[in-house]
C-alpha cells in the first residue's frame, strides 16, 4: 500500500486506463469499426507524444510532423513490395529513415526559430510530397504502393493492429518519460524558456536541438511502416497531408503541449471528435470544420491545454503549505560543514587545475562593442587573476553588463580578444566557455520559472560527455549535488516548487547555486545583492568567501559600494566603456578621477591629521 502512496496519481491513472485499453478487445472481440477508431486514436497519440518532444520540451513548433509518418510508410511499403518480407518485420526501419531525414533536415531548419521554422518545416512536409509523386520510378507516383494484405484470419478483424499500435503507444510515452527525466530533458525545457540562458549555462543548444528533433521522429517513423501494412495501399497525397500536421498539432494543444499524459488525452479527445463528425456531421468537410473551431477554442479558452488546467485548478483548491526556511541558518550550517560535497568537487576541480595561485585567469585584451552610433565597451582592457574576487564597479551605461555578454559568449566583440586559462575564447560558442569553467548569474534573474527549483539547478552541463546529458535529474548524483546545493543556499525545501513562485531574492539565490553546477573557475556576478534582503547579505558573503577559498575566482558587478569594499579587492572601475582605475579598494575610494566619475562627494577623504584618508561618509558614521 505503502508503494503505491508513493506513486504520482497521474501514473496510477494512466496505469488503469492502459488495464482497461489491454481488455477491451478481449471483452468485445467482434466490433472492428470500434476497435479501428481505438487504434487510429493510438496513432495519433504516438505521434502528439513524439511531436512533444521537439515542439513541447523545446519550444520549437513544427507544422510538417506528419512527414515522418509518411516516411515510414513509403520506406516499409517499398522494401517491402521489392524484398517480399512482411512490412511489420521491417517497421523500425521506417523509424531509422525517419530520424536520418531528420537528422540532415535539423542541422539546417534548426537554425531559425518562431516563424522561419514553421514555415520550412511545412514546406518539408509539401516537398516530401512532391518527391513521392515526381519519382515514378522508385515510389509508383500518384498510383501508389499496394501491399499484401495480412496474414492472420479475418475472424481476428483489427485486433493484431489495436495491440500493435497501444503498444507502440505505451513504448512512446515511456521514452518521452525517460527523457523529461534527464538532464537532456530539463536542457530541452531551458531551450524552450530562455534559450541564451540555457546555452550559457552549459547546454549545447544546437546538439539537444537535432537530437530531440531526431527523438521526435523516431516512433513515428515506426508507426508509418505498422500504419502501411494496416492501410495495404500508400499514395502521395495521404502519406504527405498538412491536415495530418494540424491534427498532431490539435491534439498536444488540447491536451497541454510539455506535458507528459497531455497529448495522449488530446489525443483521444481529436481523435473520437474527429470520427463523431465524420460519421453524423456528413462527411470530411465537417471533420475539417471540427478541427478548427477546437483550434479556436484551445486558444481562446483553455490555451495552458486541459491538463494543465486541471492542475492549476487543482492546486489552488489544495495548495501545497510550504515552511519557509531559514536562510540564514541554512547558509551558517552549509559553510561550517567542512565535508559538504557540494564545495568539496568545487575544491577538487580547482585543485586540480594548474594554473598557479594569482596567475591570470581571465584576460580581456582591447574590446569594443558598438551599436550602431552608440559605443557600448570601447577598446576595454580587464584582468583577473586566479583566487581573486574582483570588482566592476561604475555609473549605470558605462558598459558592465555587455562586458560580461561579451565575455560569457551572449554576444560577439568588434575587435580585441578575450582569454580564459591561456586559451582564446571570444571565438567559442556559449556553451563551451562553460564547459571550460565560466559562469555567470545574471542582475534580472533568469531562471527557467515553469521548471521547478530543483530541475533548474541539475539543468547546467558541466562538460559536453552525452553520459552527462542522458543522466538523471531526479534522482542519482546529479539530483544529490542539486539538493546539496540549494541546503548551501537555504532553499532546500523549495526543490519541488516552480522557480517563478519564488521571490525575487530567492531566485538570486537559486541562480547562484544553478551556477555552481557548472563547477566554475570563475563567476560572474552581476549585481548579487540587488533585491536580496539586507540581513542575508552577510550570510551571501561568507558564502562568496567560502567558494572563493575552495578555489572559485570571482569578477562581481555591484552597486553597494561598502559590500564592494568590504568583500573584494582588486576593485576596477569603468567608465563610458572603459576602465579608468584598478587597485585596492583603499587606493580606488581615494581616487579623485573615481570620486569625479562615479563615487562623488560622499567617498571624498575629509581633513585628516594622521594622513588616514577618513571619508567623510566614515567621518559621519
Not at 18 to 31: D, E, H, K, T
Not at 272 to 292: C, D, H, I, K, N
Amino acid at each position: 500500500m505503502k508503494a503505491l502512496r508513493a506513486v504520482p496519481r497521474a501514473h496510477l491513472i494512466a496505469g488503469l486506463c492502459l488495464v482497461a485499453l489491454l481488455v477491451y478487445p478481449i471483452i468485445n472481440p467482434w466490433q472492428p469499426y470500434p476497435q479501428a477508431v481505438m487504434l487510429l486514436g493510438f496513432l495519433l497519440a504516438v505521434q502528439a507524444s513524439s511531436w512533444n518532444i521537439i515542439s513541447g520540451y523545446a519550444g520549437y513548433i513544427s507544422l510538417g510532423h506528419s512527414m515522418f509518418l509518411g516516411l515510414g510508410s513509403y520506406t516499409v511499403g517499398i522494401i517491402a513490395v521489392r524484398s517480399g518480407i512482411n512490412p511489420l518485420w521491417l517497421a523500425p526501419l521506417g523509424g531509422v529513415t525517419a530520424v536520418v531525414i531528420a537528422v540532415l533536415i535539423g542541422s539546417v531548419v534548426l537554425r531559425t526559430r518562431g516563424h522561419a521554422f514553421v514555415i520550412i518545416t511545412i514546406a518539408m512536409l509539401l516537398a516530401a510530397q512532391i518527391f513521392a509523386v515526381n519519382f515514378k520510378g522508385f515510389t509508383q507516383g500518384s498510383d501508389g504502393i499496394t501491399l499484401e494484405l495480412p496474414f492472420w484470419s479475418r475472424d481476428f478483424q483489427n485486433i493484431p493492429f489495436y495491440y500493435l499500435f497501444l503498444g507502440l503507444l505505451v513504448l512512446t510515452v515511456l521514452f518521452s518519460a525517460w527523457l523529461r527525466r534527464t538532464k537532456f530533458g530539463t536542457g530541452l525545457v531551458a531551450i524552450r524558456e530562455d534559450e541564451g540562458k540555457a546555452a550559457s549555462i552549459g547546454v549545447n543548444t544546437t546538439r539537444f536541438k537535432i537530437v530531440a528533433y531526431a527523438a521526435s521522429a523516431f516512433f513515428i517513423g515506426v508507426a508509418g511502416g505498422i500504419y502501411s501494412y494496416y492501410l495495404t495501399f500508400i499514395n502521395p497525397i495521404g502519406s504527405f497531408t498538412i491536415l495530418g500536421s494540424v491534427t498532431i498539432v490539435l491534439a498536444t494543444l488540447a491536451g497541454g503541449r510539455g506535458t507528459l499524459y497531455g497529448p495522449v488525452v488530446g489525443a483521444f479527445i481529436v481523435q473520437l471528435l474527429g470520427e463523431a463528425a465524420t460519421v453524423y456531421g456528413g462527411g470530411s468537410q465537417s471533420r475539417v470544420l471540427m478541427f478548427g473551431l477546437a483550434l479556436m477554442i484551445v486558444v481562446l479558452f483553455v490555451p495552458r491545454g486541459l491538463l494543465p488546467t486541471i492542475q492549476g485548478w487543482w492546486r489552488r483548491r489544495h495548495p501545497v503549505q510550504v515552511e519557509y526556511t531559514d536562510q540564514a541558518g541554512a547558509l551558517g550550517r552549509g559553510l561550517v560543514t567542512a565535508h559538504d560535497r557540494a564545495l568539496a568537487e568545487v575544491s577538487a576541480v580547482n585543485a586540480a587545475d594548474a594554473v598557479a595561485q594569482g596567475e591570470i585567469l581571465l584576460d580581456v585584451r582591447g574590446v569594443s562593442k558598438r551599436f550602431g552610433g552608440l559605443t557600448a565597451v570601447d577598446d576595454a582592457s580587464l584582468t583577473v587573476r586566479k583566487g581573486s574576487i574582483t570588482a566592476l564597479i561604475g555609473p549605470n551605461g558605462s558598459g558592465k553588463t555587455t562586458l560580461f555578454n561579451l565575455i560569457t559568449g551572449g554576444m560577439a566583440p568588434d575587435s580585441g580578444e578575450i582569454w580564459f586559462e591561456g586559451r582564446r575564447i571570444d571565438t567559442m560558442r556559449p556553451w563551451e566557455r562553460g564547459h571550460l569553467g565560466l559562469g555567470r548569474t545574471y542582475q534580472v534573474t533568469r531562471l527557467f520559472k515553469d521548471m521547478t527549483v530543483q530541475q533548474n539547478v541539475v539543468a547546467p552541463l558541466p562538460n559536453s560527455r552525452w553520459r552527462t546529458m542522458f543522466s538523471d535529474s531526479v534522482s542519482g548524483h546529479e539530483a544529490a549535488r542539486a539538493r546539496e546545493l540549494l541546503d548551501i543556499v537555504g532553499l532546500g525545501s523549495f526543490a519541488n516548487q516552480p522557480a517563478g513562485a519564488l521571490s525575487y531574492g530567492q531566485q538570486k539565490l537559486v541562480e547562484l547555486a544553478q551556477v555552481l553546477m557548472l563547477q566554475p573557475k570563475l563567476i560572474l556576478l552581476d549585481e548579487p545583492a540587488g533585491g536580496v534582503n539586507p540581513s542575508l547579505l552577510g550570510r551571501l558573503t561568507e558564502v562568496i568567501r567560502e567558494l572563493n577559498r575552495s578555489g572559485v575566482t570571482f569578477l562581481v558587478v555591484e552597486h553597494n559600494i561598502p559590500l564592494v569594499l568590504e568583500l573584494c579587492d582588486p576593485v576596477v572601475v569603468f567608465s563610458r566603456g572603459a576602465s579608468i582605475a584598478e587597485g585596492p579598494p583603499g587606493t580606488i575610494r581615494e581616487d579623485p578621477v573615481v570620486l569625479d566619475a562615479y563615487l562623488g562627494d560622499d567617498w571624498r577623504p575629509a581633513d585628516d591629521p594622521a594622513g588616514q584618508g577618513t571619508s567623510t561618509r566614515e567621518a559621519v558614521q
